[in-house]
């Protein structure tokens, strides 16, 4: 079930933006696949998902509209948050929006921090380009932070050694390499378990994108695995997508 829930039931929220909806009609490719309910849902968590944060902005970044910005942030983040009891990512204190100098597009440190790299935040959201949408990487990790999800059922396990058994036998695999950088690994030894450079959390965040991407690659090859994304993010995409909601 997609839904957004408040701890503040009492209190009416003030507008932060202003036409989110329009916003993202033009903004967010996703967005009008999904129902009225849907986008009524994912508008409201828009409006409350600053609350309590502090957005830091790099000087550097030359984006006309940072209110768009900002919608499509939260909006992506409302996919992943929608359905769970999230309090509109509530545990996030810090959203640092970055230009393009990181050594990553993105990254997130526990529940309390994300940084976003501004550029590919926009264009991942103006189109749907299989396997790649940042905000919901990055956002899929602090769910993950928050409830464990990454390796918590059984079929997540076994798509996961499924996924390891193809990197190293160097077969194709429905899931785009979520290998970690040699550099990125603090004390890293050298080895070449894939464990290392292919960690369970990096899967369900890669596994993640494609849920909202192409969800039909992972339906017709891991039934299975699709229901249990499903359960998680409270959507069926394969039928959102093909316009069956």
Same mark, same amino acid.
């Given at each position: 079930?997609?839904?957004?829930?408040?701890?503040? !039931?009492?209190?009416?929220?003030?507008?932060?933006?202003?036409?989110?909806? *329009?916003?993202?009609?033009?903004?967010?490719?996703?967005?009008?696949?999904?129902?009225?309910? +849907?986008? %009524?849902?994912?508008?409201?968590?828009?409006?409350?998902?600053?609350?309590?944060?502090?957005?830091?902005?790099?000087?550097?970044?030359? =984006?006309?509209?940072?209110?768009?910005?900002?919608?499509?942030?939260?909006?992506?983040?409302?996919?992943? *948050?929608?359905? +769970?009891?999230?309090?509109?990512?509530?545990?996030?204190?810090? =959203?640092?929006?970055?230009?393009?100098?990181?050594?990553?597009?993105?990254?997130?440190?526990? /529940?309390?921090?994300? %940084?976003?790299?501004?550029?590919?935040?926009?264009?991942?959201? =103006?189109?749907? /380009?299989?396997? +790649?949408?940042?905000?919901?990487?990055?956002?899929?990790?602090?769910?993950?932070?928050?409830?464990?999800?990454?390796?918590?059922?059984?079929?997540?396990?076994?798509?996961?050694?499924?996924?390891?058994?193809?990197? !190293?036998?160097?077969?194709?695999?429905?899931?785009?390499?979520?290998? /970690?950088?040699?550099?990125?690994?603090?004390?890293?030894?050298?080895?070449?378990?894939?464990?290392?450079?292919?960690?369970?959390?990096?899967?369900?965040?890669?596994?993640?994108?494609?849920?909202?991407?192409?969800?039909?690659?992972?339906?017709?090859?891991?039934?299975?695995?699709?229901?249990?994304?499903?359960?998680?993010?409270?959507?069926?995409?394969?039928? =959102?997508?093909? *316009? *069956?909601?």
């Amino acid at each position: 079930m997609f839904f957004s829930k408040s701890k503040n !039931k009492g209190k009416k929220a003030k507008n932060r933006f202003e036409n989110i909806h *329009g916003t993202l009609l033009s903004s967010m490719a996703l967005y009008p696949f999904f129902s009225n309910e +849907q986008q %009524r849902i994912i508008c409201h968590f828009v409006n409350e998902f600053y609350n309590g944060k502090t957005v830091l902005v790099s000087p550097d970044i030359k =984006i006309e509209d940072r209110e768009t910005l900002l919608m499509v942030i939260a909006a992506n983040a409302a996919l992943v *948050g929608g359905a +769970q009891q999230t309090d509109y990512f509530s545990s996030v204190k810090w =959203i640092h929006i970055c230009s393009d100098d990181l050594q990553v597009d993105g990254d997130a440190y526990e /529940t309390s921090t994300v %940084r976003l790299s501004a550029r590919p935040c926009l264009k991942e959201s =103006i189109e749907i /380009t299989e396997g +790649q949408n940042l905000i919901v990487h990055e956002f899929a990790h602090i769910l993950d932070h928050l409830y464990g999800l990454s390796g918590s059922t059984a079929v997540l396990r076994e798509a996961y050694e499924v996924y390891l058994d193809n990197i !190293k036998s160097q077969q194709g695999d429905i899931v785009p390499d979520c290998a /970690t950088p040699l550099g990125e690994i603090v004390d890293h030894v050298n080895t070449h378990d894939e464990i290392m450079f292919h960690p369970p959390e990096e899967y369900f965040a890669v596994l993640s994108e494609l849920f909202f991407t192409n969800p039909a690659a992972i339906y017709n090859d891991y039934p299975k695995l699709y229901r249990e994304l499903v359960g998680i993010y409270g959507l069926h995409m394969v039928e =959102i997508l093909d *316009g *069956g909601e």
